[in-house]
């Protein structure tokens, strides 16, 4: 089975902090994923990485930034967070045109 | 452009009745199209998918969803709900490129 395993279930940061969210995946898949979800907007893209160092925009990039410096792993960082960011994170992972495989989401608050 | 519309935020069912969640989409290519579940706190899980081969697709416990090109739809079912049915449903397409489009989900509830 596919796994995708996040760093941490829930955090807490204080404004301004630097923060990063970490994503595993053991499946070799060419992509990565990160996205927002809010209550009544859905999944919201962030970030996705079709190879090692390779990144692209998604939806909402502002105040996020990303790295994939090897296959299995993407990291999301919020390099100075703030309250508007508290939300659930998802991480996914997919081979190309395949269906997305999720980790459990990080529950970021923002205080 | 690519959209997902889930036609209903919100859907109430009882134990042992049958299940509809609905889902219109639009896209300039053939797309693949999928259905996930998320129960609470929890990431996605993948329910069904079709990518083009046969029109009815059968999925995990139970559920299954028709492709019908003519009505630009991809509706969800199931024959009888479970409690254990109760979570939120999303639906998402994608059209050969890396970018997967979400519906902005239905909220099922299983009443006893």
């Known amino acids: 089975d596919v796994k995708v395993t996040q760093s941490s279930r829930y955090l807490v940061k204080r404004t301004g902090e630097k923060v990063f969210l970490e994503c595993v995946q053991d499946?070799?898949?060419?992509?990565m994923f990160w996205y927002r979800q809010d209550p009544g907007l859905g999944l919201r893209l962030i970030y996705f990485?079709?190879?090692?160092?390779?990144?692209e925009k998604g939806d909402i990039p502002e105040g996020y930034s990303v790295s994939r410096e090897k296959k299995e792993r993407f990291s999301l960082i919020l390099e100075s967070a703030s309250t508007n960011q508290t939300s659930m994170y998802l991480c996914?992972?997919?081979?190309?045109?395949?269906?997305?495989?999720f980790g459990p989401g990080t529950r970021l608050t923002v205080l | 452009a690519q959209s997902v519309t889930q036609l209903d935020s919100h859907v109430s069912v009882s134990e042992g009745t049958p299940v509809l969640l609905r889902c219109n989409y639009s896209?300039?290519?053939?797309?693949?199209l999928f259905w996930y579940v998320q129960h609470p706190n929890k990431g996605l899980q993948l329910l069904l998918k079709?990518?083009?081969?046969?029109?009815l697709v059968k999925g995990i416990n139970g559920f299954e969803a028709e492709f019908k090109k003519s009505e630009t739809s991809f509706h969800l079912t199931k024959p009888s709900a479970h409690m254990s049915d109760a979570a939120e449903y999303f639906c998402?397409?994608?059209?050969?490129?890396?970018?997967?489009?979400f519906g902005t989900g239905t909220r099922l509830k299983v009443l006893a």
């Open positions: 996914a992972s997919s081979s190309r045109n395949n269906e997305q495989f």
């Open positions: 499946m070799d898949h060419e992509n």
């Open positions: 990485s079709y190879d090692v160092k390779m990144k």
């Open positions: 896209s300039s290519y053939s797309p693949s």
């Open positions: 079709y990518t083009s081969a046969a029109t």
């Open positions: 998402a397409l994608t059209s050969g490129t890396y970018k997967y489009i």
